[in-house]
């Protein structure tokens, strides 16, 4: 038996030391950084990716702490994104986005802590804060609907306008983020949804006060229509004024004259 016993150990040995390398080669680990701390109207918007090679694991909960001026805020669920690209911070490359409803009204310090509670592996622990980044004042934008028109082949052309105080910061141009909704327009009962501001202003026009981006919807009518464009139609950005992201007008197609 011993003679047997023998035999069989060098063979545990080397498929044990064969699994365990198999592990470390499929084991790629996730790496979670903070790209971007910035304001998005008057609040804070953070930027953070998996620059990994892994995957955050099945079920994850991971916790960031916030610090404005020394003070700590409320913990925030990292896997409670506001938007998302590339499936977000779940993914090896993918990008989450945290739009913080905080008044930044005056020059504000900020430290931030990803994953302080050690919840993720991740292939390097040394790049999960920053500290002492200045931000502020956070002026609001405000989008509003400008005009609503037919070009001349009767399609639905929406106008919308950033009439300030406030710039969007230029990474809220991502051209596949998946907010709920950023511009619906609704024609009679055919609606079309631009779930990014990427989508219909891809020039980046509104990040500057009192710019202008002219949207082709792709809708186009042959009757007369009752047409409805709403910008902001998931609520998302904090803005200056809400009465003026709605507007309705009726149509009529120059080739049924």
Do not use: H
Not at 193 to 217: H, M
Not at 239 to 249: L, S
């Amino acid at each position: 038996m011993k003679r047997i016993s023998w035999t069989i150990l060098p063979i545990v040995i080397l498929l044990t030391g064969t699994t365990a390398v198999c592990k470390i080669q499929k084991g790629a680990l996730p790496d979670l950084v903070t790209k971007d701390i910035s304001c998005m109207g008057g609040n804070l918007y953070i930027t953070v990716e998996n620059q990994g090679e892994g995957s955050l694991p099945e079920g994850w909960i991971s916790l960031a702490s916030l610090y404005l001026d020394g003070i700590v805020q409320e913990d925030i669920l990292l896997n409670k994104p506001s938007s998302t690209s590339d499936g977000g911070i779940s993914e090896p490359k993918g990008i989450s986005n945290y739009l913080l409803s905080y008044d930044v009204s005056a020059t504000v310090r900020v430290d931030f802590f990803l994953d302080y509670n050690d919840e993720i592996k991740e292939s390097d622990e040394q790049n999960n804060q920053i500290e002492s980044l200045y931000i502020g004042p956070c002026l609001l934008p405000d989008l509003r609907v400008r005009d609503i028109y037919l070009d001349e082949d009767s399609q639905v052309v929406a106008v919308i306008e950033n009439v300030g105080p406030g710039n969007f910061p230029l990474k809220s141009w991502v051209e596949n983020q998946e907010p709920e909704c950023i511009l619906r327009i609704i024609n009679n009962e055919e609606e079309f949804c631009a779930r990014s501001i990427f989508e219909f202003d891809p020039d980046k026009a509104l990040e500057n006060v009192e710019g202008i981006a002219v949207f082709p919807t792709g809708l186009t009518i042959n009757e007369e229509s009752t047409v409805t464009a709403i910008i902001d139609c998931s609520d998302m950005i904090k803005e200056q004024n809400k009465e003026n992201n709605v507007k309705t007008v009726v149509l009529q197609s120059q080739k049924n004259l």
